[in-house]
């Protein structure tokens, strides 16, 4: 298939725009700079109430370009404008850009060299630069998946299980979608809702065929004190929040898994989101009423799941959340129990965490009866230091006994028996082939990383992956 014969729109770039006078040009300028024939523009004006849309006109005029559309709509919400724009959309491929962000030079000829190589990808991921004006010193989201997520194509829901949780980047600006995959599979954003990006970011990841990360920065997320993302927590926060879960959890109900370990994956998800609405909560005490059909959702969830798939994920994740909800000044202590009661049949709150307390313990055991490390003479090397591979191994002699073999740490830098952890050598990776019977690998962050210098290194040695099926922090 030839992309981008005569008058062909290969992208469309959706701009939703409502009162951002100040950094609608700068948007614009970023994109216009950088069009030819193949790229639509299609600005979405959210009645807006400031200068913003002769903004964008001057703009428009400026560069006379028979590929920019502005439509005006009423105030209807980013939602809204972005499922219009899909509306309007002629491209075979479509990407979101917020009217306060910018894309780097070059972004397009990036773009269209990989959907050129890999014809008919669903989805492709990208990464963003920040441009912070807020002065403050909080710690901000770094948008960048370099090293930690392949540059191969995969399913949607094998990315989902792999990467999607590791770093979890939940936007739709950082991605470029096939409109037809879009249309086909019915997906929109959530109207009149804040925090619109995770239900839609969810059903589209895991209902593609293809996806693609790529290593580039082709964004730039700009941090400004008046934006959505920097302002007071509100009820409408965490009902927005609280509805896109419940949405990711009633979608699932119809879709037919495929991926191995998806349930353990899916049950990370929610934990995650739980923990967002938590966090949330304690900034907002209007929202006591929101919490309680969000939890019984994510019970519900967790019923629905096979016993043969329940990992220490998803029994770590069982054990979090009921603590964290039992501990919530705005939780329904009667809801939680009585959900608990009909998931694990306890009936009393320190009966419920001890039940879970022993299942989370025996789903520990079954992963501590696939290390070799209760055998005399077996070299094992540990790929990982720091407080998780030390929490492994108190946990390992807690519910296992002593530890028999012989082990050392593995390192990626660090020249081999060159220093000591816990006691025991370090040795690099490069050297670990005639040293080792097998390797463990323990990080949750690299660990695919790992696997890889792995299979360079020591492709004849047995090598252990726990979160291969594992997709939260364990120890």
């Known amino acids: 298939m030839i992309l981008n014969s005569l008058n062909e729109i290969l992208i469309s770039v959706i701009i939703p725009v409502y009162n951002v006078e100040q950094y609608v040009g700068e948007c614009l300028e970023s994109v216009l700079g950088q069009l030819d024939e193949s790229i639509e523009i299609i600005i979405i004006n959210d009645g807006s109430t400031d200068e913003s849309y002769r903004r964008c006109q001057d703009k428009i005029e400026e560069y006379q370009n028979q590929r920019i559309k502005i439509v005006t709509q009423s105030n209807q919400g980013l939602s809204v404008a972005r499922n219009n724009g899909l509306q309007l959309a002629e491209g075979k491929y479509v990407m979101f850009l917020d009217s306060d962000d910018m894309l780097c030079e070059g972004s397009f000829i990036k773009l269209q060299s990989y959907i050129r190589q890999y014809e008919d990808i669903d989805v492709l991921f990208f990464d963003a630069v920040t441009k912070d004006e807020t002065g403050a010193e909080d710690e901000k989201i770094h948008y960048s998946r370099e090293d930690r997520v392949d540059s191969v194509v995969v399913t949607g829901q094998e990315y989902f299980c792999t990467y999607y949780l590791n770093p979890l980047i939940v936007s739709a600006c950082l991605c ?150 039992i501990q919530c000044p705005y939780m329904d202590t009667d809801v939680i129990l009585a959900a608990w009661k009909q998931l694990i049949g306890e009936d009393s709150e320190q009966s419920i965490e001890r039940a879970l307390e022993k299942q989370l313990d025996l789903s520990y055991r079954k992963l501590f009866a696939t290390l070799p490390l209760n055998i005399s003479g077996r070299r094992v090397g540990i790929y990982g230091r720091g407080k998780h591979t030390r929490n492994l191994l108190e946990k390992y002699q807690q519910l296992q006994g002593d530890i028999v073999a012989d082990i050392m740490f593995i390192d990626s830098a660090e020249e081999s028996f060159g220093s000591m952890y816990m006691g025991r050598d370090v040795v690099n990776i490069k050297d670990v082939k005639t040293k080792l019977d097998t390797i463990i690998i323990s990080s949750y962050l690299y660990h695919n990383k790992m696997y890889r210098l792995c299979e360079t290194y020591a492709n004849e040695i047995e090598i252990i992956d726990i979160y291969l099926q594992e997709k939260t922090v364990l120890f």
């Open 176 to 325: 470029l979608y096939r409109s037809e995959f879009i249309r086909q599979n019915k997906l929109a954003f959530m109207p009149g809702k804040l925090h619109e990006d995770i239900a839609f970011s969810f059903k589209t990841v895991l209902s593609a065929q293809k996806v693609l990360y790529i290593p580039d920065k082709l964004y730039v997320r700009r941090y400004r004190s008046d934006s959505i993302t920097m302002q007071h927590i509100t009820i409408k926060h965490v009902q927005s929040q609280s509805d896109a879960y419940e949405e990711c959890l009633c979608w699932i109900k119809g879709v037919t898994w495929s991926y191995q370990c998806i349930s353990n994956a899916l049950a990370e998800f929610f934990r995650i989101g739980l923990r967002y609405v938590f966090q949330s909560v304690s900034q907002c005490v209007e929202s006591k009423s929101v919490l309680n059909t969000l939890y019984r959702d994510v019970i519900d969830f967790s019923s629905m799941t096979a016993k043969e798939n329940r990992g220490i994920t998803y029994h770590k994740v069982l054990y979090e959340s009921f603590r964290c909800a």
